[in-house]
T-cell receptor, first 111, second 114 residues
Framework: GQNIDQPTEMTATEGAIVQINCTYQ??????LFWYQQHAGEAPTFLSYNVLDGLEEKGRFSSFLSRSKGYSYLLLKELQMKDSASYLC????????????FGQGTELSVKP | ETGVTQTPRHLVMGMTNKKSLKCEQH?????MYWYKQSAKKPLELMFVYNFKEQTENNSVPSRFSPECPNSSHLFLHLHTLQPEDSALYLC?????????????FGSGTRLTVV
């Protein structure tokens, strides 16, 4: 079966660094995505990892270890607008391909 | 218009009503999806359409009925819903099922069943 785990909530301080972890168990792994979702809005694409290693994009970086079934999203120089839900999602090529989501991590950035 | 557009943004319906949710994508994508998002739960995949053909129904109750008349439009017809069906319903699209570039989501329809 498919299983994706991430912490439910995290709190961090403006200007700090926060790491949001995601562990997964899936068959037919074909990549891992991170999405950001503000309350009442559409999830928006942040990053995609299909090979092991770190992908950096501005203040956001995402890491993948396929052998460990583990990923993290690193947010640097936190801003208040980064308060949102962060969704980890695994693409499985089983049954033609589908994106399976974790429950999301609600990040609160405090002044 | 660009991206994925969903209407209505909010919907309140009684358990005996019939209503439809609409999704339209202007990205030239070939695959479209319906997801259900309930509080404190992961997004649940409901239906998948690829080139207008339904390729997946994730054990969704028959009171939810999807329709995909063409690659740009997707509907979710609702009838005799239950209060537990209250949730955010998200539509998404991707170039194809491999979706290496990810899915593009609409803003969702917030559904309340009373």
């Amino acid at each position: 079966g498919q299983n994706i785990d991430q912490p439910t909530e995290m709190t961090a301080t403006e200007g700090a660094i926060v790491q949001i972890n995601c562990t997964y168990q899936t068959s037919g792994f074909n990549g891992l995505f991170w999405y950001q979702q503000h309350a009442g809005e559409a999830p928006t694409f942040l990053s995609y990892n299909v090979l092991d290693g770190l992908e950096e994009k501005g203040r956001f970086s995402s890491f993948l270890s396929r052998s460990k079934g583990y990923s993290y999203l690193l947010l640097k120089e936190l801003q208040m607008k980064d308060s949102a839900s962060y969704l980890c999602a695994v693409l499985s090529h089983n049954q033609g391909g589908k994106l399976i989501f974790g429950q999301g991590t609600e990040l609160s950035v405090k002044p | 218009e660009t991206g994925v557009t969903q209407t209505p943004r909010h919907l309140v319906m009684g358990m005996t009503n019939k209503k439809s949710l609409k999704c339209e994508q202007h990205l030239g994508h070939n695959a479209m999806y319906w997801y259900k998002q309930s509080a404190k739960k992961p997004l649940e995949l409901m239906f998948v359409y690829n080139f207008k053909e339904q390729t997946e129904n994730n054990s969704v109750p028959s009171r939810f009925s999807p329709e995909c008349p063409n690659s740009s439009h997707l509907f979710l017809h609702l009838h005799t819903l239950q209060p537990e069906d209250s949730a955010l319903y998200l539509c998404a699209s991707s170039q194809d099922r491999t979706a290496g570039e990810g899915y593009t989501f609409g803003s969702g329809t917030r559904l309340t069943v009373v």
